[in-house]
């Protein structure tokens, strides 16, 4: 199985902070990694797809990059909203598999 | 507008069955592999199953594999998974979730529309 290894697990920030998260795999997925959002309702979005791919309807202040084993989703300057938490995802191979989550806290 | 409603959840036994449903509505159900992903109390996010659009393919995650399994009925436009044997560490809220499919070009088997979830509880 391929393991998803997500850093930092919390995040203090400010609003209008540029904020980086980043995510390995134990092995090479080509970029078929995503990103969800969590609200504290339990709401789950997408964000970005296949490494760098916006889904439809997210706000372009979401960005994401990488290769081979390492990713990271980049959020350029937060707004409120933001503020939940955040999880990496692997589907290059069953079982997907999911990074542990990154809470992003107001500082 | 895309909806998923998953139902069923409640309080169970260790070592009981319980059957969870998803309701689709807002696209083709038909035309769209599906999954199950759950979360325990206070930790991460864990995909469960998925299945393809017909039915006939299906993969599980290995916590679950021989003990739940992951249905579909088109004509209803319902998910299920039928949960055997379960234990206290399958206690969690299950999240029915959409695999994106086809853009014209490529095949995403990201998740793009998720439920709000049902919770299930396994304990005496």
């Known amino acids: 199985d391929i393991q998803m290894t997500q850093s930092p697990s919390s995040l203090p920030a400010s609003l209008g902070e540029r904020v980086t998260i980043s995510c390995r795999a134990s092995?090479?997925?080509?970029?078929?990694l995503n990103w969800y959002q969590q609200k504290p309702d339990g709401t789950i979005k997408p964000l970005i797809y296949?490494?760098?791919n916006l889904q439809s309807g997210v706000p372009s202040r979401f960005s994401g990059s990488g290769s081979g084993t390492d990713y990271s989703l980049t959020i350029s300057s937060l707004e409120p909203e933001d503020f939940a938490m955040y999880y990496c995802?692997?589907?290059?191979?069953?079982?997907?598999?999911f990074g542990a989550g990154t809470k992003l806290e107001l500082k | 507008e895309v909806q998923l409603v998953e139902s069923g959840g409640g309080l169970v036994q260790p070592g009981r069955s319980l059957k969870l449903s998803c309701a689709a509505s807002?696209?083709?159900?038909?035309?769209?592999?599906m999954a199950w992903v759950r979360q325990a109390p206070t930790k991460g996010l864990e995909w469960v199953a998925s299945?393809?659009?017909?039915?006939?393919?299906?993969h599980y995650g290995d916590s679950v594999k021989g003990r739940f399994t992951i249905s579909r009925d088109n004509a209803k436009s319902t998910l299920y998974l039928q949960m055997d044997s379960l234990r206290s560490e399958d206690t969690a809220t299950y999240y029915c979730?959409?695999?994106?499919?086809?853009?014209?070009?490529?095949?995403?088997?990201?998740?793009?529309?998720w439920g709000p979830g049902t919770m299930v509880t396994v304990s005496s």
């Open positions: 299945i393809s659009y017909g039915g006939s393919n299906t």
């Open positions: 296949y490494t760098s």
């Open positions: 092995q090479g997925i080509s970029n078929n």
């Open positions: 995802q692997q589907d290059a191979s069953f079982p997907y598999t």
């Open positions: 979730a959409r695999h994106r499919g086809y853009d014209g070009t490529y095949y995403y088997w990201y998740f793009d529309f």
């Open positions: 807002g696209f083709t159900f038909s035309d769209y592999n």
